[in-house]
């Protein structure tokens, strides 16, 4: 067991006061039944031993995990979903397993219950530390993750809304205002609860990239597959505006793409808006190598990201891990976060790329969607801003003579990549109807039913999209529709 609050012997005094807090026993939730599955206890032993072996927890102060209460967990999550929840592991491994196939991308197993009262009772910890000005800055290593967990029932790993949660305790307990950096769409579900908040709402990872991750929506294909995280997704009622959705069109975005988002979007909206804290749901899913995500951001990246949303609330930032399923990575830019909270420099990097041109389509139609909320984002962005532009993701390889040897395994690495792209979803299809197409089921760990139309007449692609319902995607302007329909027909 920790010892909560110590100082490990180091002196804090002349550096920030920075929380860290970890808990073996959220290794308990474990998916006995699949070797592979990437939501691995093995995601915060690697970061906390990577923090352990660079010195970096001696410098930070050490804190206690505490399981959430229930009367916090209903503020968020209805009564019939907490009692599953804390009840699911007394029952048998061969009734848990039945009960999880009827969820999407969910597994239990007897330390599931525990995990996900830490894992909330955690956010819950370091938020409320930060906000009692007791630490500068504070990071949560927990899971399960909750960014996808829904108010009825668990999804995508998720058990409790973690961040939600602890948002919400702090806005029942503390009066103020908050920017709160999500990354998933599901987290929408709670708007009315918490319309307080100013949601940096990414789709594909992100944030922080959000450090999270999911910013890629890819015109509602990518996983959960929805509207949700469309741009013109802006809030309802009192909260609209407050949901700023970036709707990454492509996979494969990296540093550039995710400064160019903070920069012309998150960053004058946060000035404006001016908070008193910031809580990020930190996931790693947009980083290198994840295997889900499908982004490059590097561990730099995440660094300076992070510095950036340092210039607010005085650098009053709680950090809760959400998702990041590549050990290597999620470790690397964990530390990466950490070193930042303590006020060090960024680590070596570089950040001389350009975004990519639909990027800065995506940019321009985001700010044009809120600049009615957000008047500082009512500017045309200048034309030789938006001309410097890095080649289409397809383009990205080559087989220059001066490239290193990582560099060609990084090529051969990304050749795979897009290869799996390609026939994967290929190896996928189920012919269902159509006379111009087809239906089809891309599997993504759950019950993903994306469906698009291929072939025909022109005109029937200009004008179809997704399922025979278009209610909620007329919306999209006939430019981005267009623009996916180039890339996916070739």
């Known amino acids: 067991m920790m010892e909560s609050?110590?100082?490990?012997?180091?002196?804090?005094?002349?550096?920030?006061?920075?929380?860290?807090?970890?808990?073996?026993?959220?290794?308990?939730?474990?998916?006995?039944?699949?070797?592979?599955?990437?939501?691995?206890?093995?995601?915060?032993?690697?970061?906390?031993?990577?923090l352990q072996s660079t010195g970096i927890t001696q410098r930070c102060v050490i804190l206690d995990a505490k399981e959430a209460e229930d009367k916090h967990i209903l503020s968020v999550h209805s009564k019939k979903h907490v009692n599953f929840i804390k009840k699911i592991s007394s029952e048998s491994?061969?009734?848990?397993?039945?009960?999880?196939?009827?969820?999407?991308?969910?597994?239990?197993?007897?330390g599931s219950s525990e995990a996900a009262y830490l894992a909330a009772g955690s956010a819950i910890e370091v938020v409320e530390r930060v906000a009692s000005r007791e630490f500068n800055s504070a990071f949560a290593i927990v899971r399960p993750p909750g960014h996808h967990a829904e108010r009825d029932e668990p999804m995508g790993f998720c058990l409790f809304n973690n961040v939600a949660i602890a948002a919400t305790y702090l806005l029942e307990e503390r009066v103020g205002n908050m920017i709160s950096t999500f990354n998933s769409v599901?987290?929408?579900?709670?708007?009315?609860?918490?319309?307080?908040?100013?949601?940096?709402?990414?789709?594909?990872?992100?944030?922080?990239?959000?450090?999270?991750?999911?910013?890629?929506?890819?015109?509602?294909?990518?996983?959960?597959?929805?509207?949700?995280?469309?741009?013109?997704?802006?809030?309802?009622?009192?909260?609209?505006?407050?949901?700023?959705?970036?709707?990454?069109?492509?996979?494969?975005?990296?540093?550039?793409?995710?400064?160019?988002?903070?920069?012309?979007?998150?960053?004058?909206?946060?000035?404006?808006?001016?908070?008193?804290?910031?809580?990020?749901?930190?996931?790693?899913?947009?980083?290198?190598?994840?295997p889900l995500g499908?982004?490059?951001?590097?561990?730099?990246?995440?660094?300076?990201?992070?510095?950036?949303?340092?210039?607010?609330?005085?650098?009053?930032?709680?950090?809760?891990?959400?998702?990041?399923?590549?050990?290597?990575?999620?470790?690397?830019?964990?530390?990466?976060?950490?070193?930042?909270?303590?006020?060090?420099?960024?680590?070596?990097?570089?950040?001389?790329?350009y975004p990519f041109e639909s990027t800065w389509r995506v940019i321009q139609a985001v700010r044009q969607e809120l600049s009615?909320?957000?008047?500082?984002l009512a500017n045309e962005l200048p034309q030789k801003l938006i001309s410097q532009i890095a080649p289409p993701p397809h383009t990205l390889i080559s087989s220059s003579?001066?490239?290193?040897?990582?560099?060609?395994?990084?090529?051969n690495s990304d050749l795979a990549e897009l290869l799996q792209d390609v026939i994967k979803p290929l190896s996928e299809l189920k012919v269902d109807a159509g006379k111009w197409g087809v239906r089809c089921r891309v599997g993504h760990l759950g019950p993903c039913q994306v469906t698009r139309r291929v072939g025909g007449p022109q005109s029937d692609r200009d004008s179809c999209w997704a399922g025979p319902e278009r209610t909620n995607r007329e919306a999209r302007s006939s430019w981005l529709m267009r623009s996916s329909y180039s890339r996916s027909l070739g």
């Not at 970890?22 to 970061?47: A, F, Q």
């Not at 490239?403 to 990084?410: A, Y």
């Open 5 to 50: 609050g110590k100082d490990n012997g180091t002196k804090l005094t002349g550096q920030r006061r920075v929380g860290l807090l970890y808990d073996e026993r959220m290794c308990k939730h474990e998916n006995l039944h699949d070797g592979y599955h990437p939501e691995t206890p093995n995601r915060i032993r690697s970061i906390w031993n990577k």
């Open 93 to 110: 491994d061969s009734r848990r397993l039945k009960t999880a196939s009827k969820f999407d991308s969910i597994y239990f197993n007897e």
């Open 186 to 290: 599901f987290t929408k579900s709670f708007w009315q609860l918490i319309c307080q908040l100013l949601y940096f709402h990414r789709h594909l990872t992100v944030v922080l990239p959000c450090l999270t991750a999911r910013i890629r929506h890819e015109f509602g294909s990518f996983y959960p597959a929805s509207d949700d995280g469309f741009y013109t997704m802006v809030g309802e009622g009192a909260g609209a505006g407050y949901n700023i959705n970036v709707p990454w069109e492509n996979g494969r975005c990296g540093d550039a793409d995710y400064f160019a988002v903070w920069d012309h979007i998150l960053l004058p909206v946060a000035k404006e808006f001016n908070p008193d804290m910031i809580i990020v749901s930190a996931g790693f899913d947009a980083a290198i190598g994840d």
């Open 294 to 353: 499908g982004c490059r951001v590097s561990p730099f990246g995440y660094s300076v990201l992070l510095k950036k949303l340092m210039n607010f609330a005085e650098g009053r930032i709680a950090l809760i891990l959400e998702g990041g399923y590549n050990l290597d990575s999620i470790a690397k830019s964990t530390h990466a976060c950490v070193e930042v909270l303590l006020e060090d420099e960024p680590i070596v990097g570089s950040s001389e790329a």
């Open 372 to 376: 009615c909320f957000w008047p500082t």
């Open 401 to 411: 003579d001066s490239e290193t040897e990582d560099d060609k395994g990084r090529q």
